[in-house]
């Protein structure tokens, strides 16, 4: 079994930051990339940011050079910090993670934290 467990959401005003964590634990061989994701109210879920196993990064447009995406393999946490929040960033953020363990293994699968709910307003 694997899971994913983020933490870190919460209210923040604009232009305020946040950090948040995933921890992957479980049955896990290894951890290829992992990521963030995030959903607004009446949207599709989008891609924030994700980071590979080597230490590659790659951001959607609108949140370059505002939030940063790191993970510490030692631990299996991914961590997204977000600095100059706008409104336009309120959503549910899901953490991703595509892995070797769990029963799929030896295959890989794509796992997805719970979520964590990002609410930015004054």
């Known amino acids: 079994q694997v899971q994913l467990v983020e933490s870190g959401g919460g209210l923040v005003q604009p232009g305020g930051s946040l950090r948040l964590s995933c921890a992957a634990s479980g049955s896990i061989s290894s951890i290829y990339t992992m990521g963030w994701y995030r959903q607004a109210p009446g949207k599709q879920r989008e891609l924030v940011a994700i980071?590979?196993?080597?230490?590659?990064?790659n951001y959607d447009d609108s949140v370059k050079g505002r939030f940063t995406i790191s993970r510490d393999n030692a631990k299996n946490t991914v961590y997204l910090q977000m600095n100059s929040l706008k409104s336009e960033d309120t959503a549910v953020y899901f953490c991703?993670?595509?892995?070797?363990?769990?029963?799929?293994?030896?295959?890989?699968?794509?796992?997805w934290g719970q979520g964590t709910q990002v609410t930015v307003s004054s």
């Open positions: 991703y993670a595509y892995i070797v363990g769990g029963s799929t293994w030896p295959s890989p699968s794509n796992y």
């Open positions: 980071v590979t196993s080597g230490g590659s990064s």
